[in-house]
């Protein structure tokens, strides 16, 4: 008898920190969606260079996510193509500034996305990372970005595609996650909220606490590291303070 096909979903939910609080925008200069329709997950990092010239950093991200997610709507999972999204998005943002981006689509079995920049995700099985996006980045902590005088489109996006199965938990994230927390680490976290069983915005608010806590702590980071081997940095110790963005994401049958 002939296997059968397996359709999967995700069930997500999300939990962000800001480096300071901002009435405007309480997930600072971070954005991100989740479209349960089209199941599609997005997350957005504006450049924090930009408020430097009186620019906020922010609007940008916002802008991108909000059009990213007026793409998806009405679309079932099978007809969203994760560079198009980034595509349609990028061409009706008209805020000043630039912002990395990571769109994310599940239909099937399998996991479609399009990655600019250092923002991305872990695909966490049975208590370890099965896939960890690569970042892009010119150099050290400056990441490939779209927008207003950046260099890069949407054509410069990573294409990944990941299969999946049922138990697997997409964790994606801002550099602000990434920068603080080894993937491992994150799958450790992940695997004790679902020994718990957490729901999905529980698990977020727990990765995303844990992240602030090593972006404020003395403990060796992917920052640290990066900044030793990368930037010859080695006097530098511990996380980056920065703007913290986490949806997770269970796959369920």
């Given at each position: ?13 999300a939990y ?9 925008r ?12 089209a ?5 957005a ?20 996510m909000?059009?990213a ?7 079932s ?8 999204v ?19 689509a599940?239909?099937?079995?399998w ?27 010119h ?5 490939y ?23 697997d ?13 080894f ?5 450790e ?13 529980v ?15 003395r403990e060796?980071?992917p ?31």
């Amino acid at each position: 008898m002939a296997k059968k096909f397996q359709t999967l979903k995700m069930e997500a939910g999300a939990y962000c920190i800001p480096k300071r609080v901002q009435a405007r925008r309480p997930s600072g200069e971070d954005a991100h969606f989740f479209c349960s329709a089209a199941q599609v997950i997005g997350v957005a990092d504006g450049v924090g260079g930009w408020s430097r010239k009186g620019i906020d950093a922010g609007k940008y991200a916002e802008e991108l996510m909000t059009y990213a997610a007026d793409a998806v709507e009405g679309k079932s999972p099978g007809e969203v193509n994760p560079r198009r999204v980034l595509e349609e998005a990028y061409l009706n943002a008209a805020a000043e500034g630039s912002s990395t981006a990571c769109i994310i689509a599940v239909a099937g079995r399998w996991l479609r996305a399009a990655n600019l920049g250092d923002s991305g995700f872990v695909v966490v099985r049975n208590g370890g990372v099965l896939y960890r996006s690569p970042a892009q980045q010119h150099y050290f902590n400056c990441p490939y970005q779209m927008g207003c005088a950046s260099g890069q489109s949407p054509d410069d996006a990573e294409e990944l595609v990941v299969a999946l199965r049922a138990g697997d938990v997409i964790v994606a994230g801002t550099d602000g996650l990434f920068d603080n927390m080894f993937a491992w680490e994150i799958a450790e976290l992940v695997s004790a909220c679902l020994r718990d069983e957490a729901a999905a915005e529980v698990t977020a608010n727990a990765v995303a606490t844990a992240a602030r806590r090593r972006s404020e702590g003395r403990e060796l980071t992917p920052f640290e590291l990066a900044a030793s081997i990368d930037a010859g940095l080695e006097s530098y110790i511990g996380g980056k303070i920065d703007d913290i963005t986490v949806v997770v994401a269970y796959i369920i049958e």
